[in-house]
C-alpha cells in the first residue's frame, strides 16, 4: 500500500473529512427537526380545526346536525395554497363533506385526535381526526370529525429550510477546510524551521541543529545530533589520515629527491642525467599534486562556513608575491606589482583569498617563458578585481569552464607540470565570496590574464 | 655560506648535507634542538634550516625561543605541512621562510637569498677576482667606478665561475647549476648567458674565455 507521502496533506484531509460529516450531520439534524416541527405546527392546526367543527355538533330531534363554522376551516387556509378537505362521518355514515376522503386511522379515545399521511386526489394530505359522542339518542352516536390539508406549503417550508441549512452547512465545510489548511500547515511550522535549518548548511557543517524544536521532535533532533556527532567523528578520523599520510611520503620523498640531486650532479653520460631529471619531475609532479588536493580539500571545507574578516587585499598579495618572487626568480621572471600605495580593505577569507592568489600566480610563473613580466594588478570599481597578466602561452582558446574543471588541464601545457586544480581552487575561492574567476587575453596581446572578482559584501 | 641543518631524519639530512656541499656550502648537522643550541653557542651561522618535529620538541618552539632572545640569524622552515594555514602560522611564529617537502635546491637556494637580502646581513657575502666585486646575495657586480645586478641565472652562473677562477667547467656542469629541473636547460642556452656575462664584465679585469671542446674558464683580462 503506497502510503501518504506528506504529514500536512494527510492531516488536512482528516480535518476536512470531519468538517465534512460534521456539517452533513448538522444539515440533516437542521432538517430533520425543522420539518418535523412543521408538521407538528401543520397537525396542531388541523386538530384544533376539527375540534372547532366537533364543537359545533348539535344534536336535534335525534339527528345529529352540524353548523360548520367557516373559521374552522379558515385558520388553515393561511398556510400558502394548499387546499383543505373535510369529513364527517356519524356512526360511519359521512354526514358532510368530501365522502371519499380517506380516513385511514380512527380515533379511539375521546379529544385524542389522530394524524395520518394519505394520498388523496393526487396530493399527499395530512388527516386529522377527532372523536365525540353526541347525545342524540339513548346510546348517542360516534361521530368523526376528519381535516386534511395538502402538504405543498409544507414541503416548501422544509425545502427552504433545507436549502438554508445545506447552505451553512457549506459555508462551514468551506470555513472548517480552510481553517484545516492552516492548522495543518501552523502545526507543520516547527517542523519546516528545522527542515531549513538543517538544509541550509553546507555538506561539511556538522554542528548539532540547536533550533527551537517542539517536544514531540525532541527525540528526532537528538537522534540526528547523535548521528552527526558520530559523522563528524569519522570524518575528522579520515580527515587527519589524510592529510598524516600527505605528510608521512613528503620526508621520504624529499630524501629521494635530494639524494637525486647528488646523484645527478655527480653522474656525466646524458641519458643518465635525463633518467635522474624524469625522476626527479616525476616527484615534484606527486608533490605539486597532493598539496593541491589539500588545498582543494581546504578551500571547500571553509566555503562552507566562510568566515569574512577584515583584511587588506594589497597586504595579501603583497605577501603573495613576496612567497613567490624566489620562484619567479629563478626563471629571470620579474613580478611587476602594478598596486596602488593605500590599502584596499576587504571582508573574506585570507587563508582562501591567498590560496587562491598563489594559485593563480604559481600557474602564471610556470607557465610563462624565462626572462619575461608578469604583472599584478587590482582595479577597484564596483568590484575588486585582482589581475595576474603573463606572457606565457594563454588558454589555446580553452575556456573558463573547461579550465575550472576539477583536475581538466589545458591542450597547451606541454610538458609542465600540474595537476589541473589550480584554477579549481581558485574559482571556487572566487564563488564562495560571490565573485568569480574570469579568463583573458593578456592587455599585452599575448600571454593568460586570470582575474579573481570579488564584490565588496 | 654557513648552514645549519637541524633535521631528525638522518638520511634526509645527509643528502642535504652532501647536496648543499657540492655548491660550496659549509654545513653543520644537528639532529635534535638542544644539539642545534650547543651548535649556536660555538658557531656563527648565516641561515639555519629548520624541521618542525624533532624527537625533543617542537620546532616552532625553538623558533619562539630564538626570536625572544633577539637572535636575529634567519631560519628557513623545512616543513611536511603543505596547507596554507600551516605556513601562516609559521610566518607569524618568525620563521623567515618557509620550503615544503620535497624541495629543488635551487628554490631553496633562491630563498635564502631572498631572506638574506632582506635581512641585510648580505654586505659580507662576497667574492673578489682581479678587483671585480661579486655579491653573491644580492647578485650586484662592482669594478672601478661601474656597479650592475645580475639576474638570477646570470648570478648563478659567474657565481660558479668565481668559485673557481681559473677552472674550466663543462656545459653541461653549468647547465646544472643555472637551471631548476622544471625548466627545459639546453647548451645553446649557456651560450646565450656566457655572452651576457661577458658583456656585463666588460671593462672589468676579470672575462670568461672559451676552451674549445672543453667548456669556460674565468681568467684575468
Redesign the interface.
Known sequence: MKQPTSIRKRLFYQLAAVAAVLSLAFVLVVRGVASQAAEGTQDDILAASATAIADSLTSEDGEVTLELPYSALSMLGTINEDRVFYRVMVQGETLTGYTDLPVTRSPRRLDTPTFSTEMYRGDEVRVASVLRRVANTATGSEVVVSVAQTRSGLAAISRSITITATGVGLLFFLLATTLSLLAANSALRPLRRMTGAVTRRGPSDLRPVTAEAPKELVPLVDALNSFMGRLRASLSRTEDLISEAAHRVRTPLATVRTQAEVTHRKLNKPEHKKAIRDMIRAIDESSRSAGQILDHAMVTFRADSLALDPLDLIALINETCDRLAPTADLKDIALLRELPDSSVPFNGDGIMLQAALHNILDNAIKYSPEDSDIAVRIASGAELRVSIADQGRGFGGMDLKDLTTRYSRGTNVGDVVGSGLGLTIADEVARAHGGRLELSQSKEGQGACVSLILPYV | MRYLLIED?Q??AG??V??LQ?DGHAVDHADRLDAASACMDVANYDLILLDIMLPDGDGRDFLQRQRRAEKRTPVIV?T??????DR?SLLDLGAD?YI????????LE??C??VLRRQGGAADNQKTFEGTVLNLTTGALQFGDSSTNL???ELRLLEVFFAAPGQVFSK?HLI?RMF?????ASENAIEVYVARLRKRLEGSGARIETVRGLGYRMIPA
Not at chain 2, 611536511?80 to 594555514?85: D, E, G, M
Not at chain 2, 631548476?180 to 627545459?184: N, T
Open positions: 631524519n638520511k634526509l643528502a642535504i652532501e647536496r657540492l623545512i611536511a605541512r603543505s596547507a596554507v594555514s601562516i621562510d615544503t617537502k620535497p624541495f629543488d635546491f635551487a628554490e633562491a630563498r637569498r631572498a639576474r638570477n641565472r653541461s646544472d631548476s629541473f622544471s625548466d627545459e
